[in-house]
């Protein structure tokens, strides 16, 4: 299996005949054997879908990643921390300035040892 490319189960193949089959017969109001016919279909696409999750499973999944877990983190980490406050000040800045104003008149004040 190639990356983006499946092999259609041969059991999906064998299903379509049986699905005209049982559009046919229901149409026909034959509902017995129309409910053969799609019963034998869900068996078929049963089938076929364990086919190709066991194709998929062949596979290791970083020959089929498009992108390294470390760049989507990345992009999702720069998305959650980018400023959204549209030029506004956001809370960090405020607390940042409330500081300031706390120090500063700490830091100008000369201490006098005896």
């Known amino acids: 299996m190639e990356?983006?490319?499946i092999k259609v189960p041969d059991a999906?193949?064998?299903?379509?005949?049986?699905?005209?089959?049982?559009l046919v017969l229901l149409?026909?109001?034959?509902f017995e054997?129309?409910?053969?016919?799609?019963?034998?279909?869900g068996d078929l696409i049963e089938r076929g879908s364990l086919e190709i999750q066991q194709a998929a499973a062949k596979t290791p999944l970083e020959e089929r990643e498009t992108?390294?877990?470390i760049?989507?983190?990345?992009?999702?980490?720069?998305?959650l921390l980018h400023d959204v406050?549209?030029?506004q000040p956001n809370i960090r800045d405020?607390?940042?300035?409330y500081f300031r104003m706390l120090v500063m008149p700490l830091m100008s004040r000369t201490v006098v040892l005896e």
């Open 3 to 5: 990356i983006g490319q």
């Open 12 to 22: 999906f193949v064998k299903a379509w005949p049986h699905c005209l089959m049982y």
């Open 27 to 30: 149409a026909d109001s034959q």
């Open 33 to 41: 054997e129309a409910d053969h016919h799609l019963n034998k279909v």
């Open 67 to 69: 992108a390294l877990p």
């Open 71 to 79: 760049s989507i983190l990345t992009l999702l980490t720069s998305r």
């Open 85 to 87: 406050t549209n030029g």
């Open 94 to 97: 405020t607390y940042w300035e």
